[in-house]
Every structure is written in C-alpha cells, then in structure tokens.
C-alpha cells in the first residue's frame, strides 16, 4: 500500500456519460497530481492540485475537470466521455516539491469506455 | 515543449546480463527521477538526481544524471527476473517551480531466467 488511494480500480461507462474518479494522498503530502497513461501516448500529465488550489495544468481537456477538497483528496471527473478517453489514470501526490522529492502514485483506475 | 526520450523501448535480456537504459533532452531539468511500473499497479520512485554528474546506486542500479541535465541513464548489473517492468525517467520542470514532472514513454524490460 503506497497511502495514495484511488477508486474506483475499474470502470467501464458508455460514450456520452459522465464519471468521476477519486483520490485520497499519502497522509500529509498537500500535492495532488493527475496522470493519464495509454499505450501510445505515455503518463501524460492533467493538472496539480496545492492545498486546494489549482498549481499547474498540462494537456487537460475542456471536458474533464479537477478539485482539491479541505480535507485535501481529489476528484477529476471526465464528462461527455469518448472512446478515445478510455486509459489508466494515475493520482500521485507529494510533500513537498515533487520534482525533488519524488510523487507516491496510487494503483490507478482503468477506464473503459465502450 | 519539454521532453525525454528513452531509448531503448524494449528490452529483453537473459538473467545475468548488464543492460543500460537512457533517457535524453533538449531541455535542462532541475531533476531527473527513475520509477519502475509493474502491470496493474503505479510507479514506484526509485531514484532522484539533482546535481549534474551525480552518480547513485541502488544495489545493482546506478543511475547517472547527465552534467548539463539534460540526460541520464540507468545501468543494471546481472539482471535478475524480479527486475522486469516498465522504468520510466521523468524529469522535474524547474522552469515552473510547480513540482510537475515530464515523463519518458518508458523502457519495457524483460528479464528471461
């Protein structure tokens, strides 16, 4: 267990529907980062998140959003999803700069979209 | 737009073999971190370096950050079958001061007994 949760592990949802996904950090680390990983594409960095506010945004689509809640754990939520989204998505966090001290990842969820 | 390119993709050895694996840029990184990916689960930090030339070893791993930080490798001595997984490089965009890391498509290794 890394003590960066994620749920749920598996999803798999229409085209055109609306998910959300969710993730708890390592206890005390206040940096929440999103990742999307497909095969062709690689870990492809979607946003961070800092003690609740948004810090960095990377290749995010209009159609999926982010929030960092008081008690610090996150959700993305994908909406009007395509087949195109489906991927593993991978919440990392860190204490202090992540680029230093390196991201604790959770187990990720695997979204199918059919 | 700054990115690392690992070379090689695949690679598959036989148990015991050394095997050196590289991660190169265009771009300076204020660090270079390695993680290793096994199926189903998320990267697991291996290793950060920060200093140019720095040089760290993990047991049978060293890992070496390029002196201009632009590049870095990661060398195996007698590869072992618990070493397969995917290694990934990623490097930290010091430019932003965000702590966001930029990752290397990664390195599939095979290790055959």
């Known amino acids: 267990d890394s003590g960066v949760t994620q749920t749920p592990k598996h999803l798999i949802t229409a085209t055109g529907q609306r998910v959300t996904l969710r993730c708890s950090p390592r206890?005390?680390?206040?940096?929440v980062y999103w990742y999307q990983q497909s095969l062709d594409q690689g870990l492809q960095f979607l946003i961070q998140?800092?003690?609740?506010?948004?810090?960095a945004k990377g290749n995010i689509l209009e159609r999926f959003s982010a929030q960092q809640f008081p008690d610090l754990h996150s959700e993305l939520n994908l909406s009007s999803l395509e087949l195109g989204d489906s991927a593993l998505y991978f919440c990392?966090?860190?204490?202090?700069?992540?680029?230093?001290?390196?991201?604790?990842f959770g187990s990720g969820t695997r979204l199918t979209v059919v | 737009t700054q990115l690392l390119e690992q070379s090689p993709q695949f690679l598959s050895i036989q148990e015991g073999e050394n095997l050196t694996v590289y991660c190169n840029s265009s771009?300076?990184?204020?660090?270079l971190q390695w993680y290793r990916q096994e199926p189903g689960e998320g990267p697991v930090l291996l290793v950060t370096?920060?200093?140019?030339?720095e040089v760290k070893k993990l047991k049978r791993l060293t890992f070496q950050f390029g002196d201009a930080r632009k590049d870095s490798s990661l060398h195996i001595t007698a590869a072992q079958p618990g070493d397969t997984g995917l290694y990934l490089c990623?490097?930290?965009?010091?430019?932003?001061?965000?702590?966001?890391?930029?990752f290397g498509q990664g390195t599939t290794l095979q290790v055959k007994p």
């Open positions: 370096v920060v200093t140019g030339g």
């Open positions: 771009s300076v990184f204020s660090s």
């Open positions: 998140y800092y003690n609740g506010e948004e810090r």
């Open positions: 206890s005390g680390d206040l940096s």
């Open positions: 990623a490097g930290g965009d010091g430019g932003s001061n965000t702590g966001k890391l930029i």
């Open positions: 990392a966090s860190s204490g202090g700069q992540g680029a230093v001290y390196g991201y604790t």
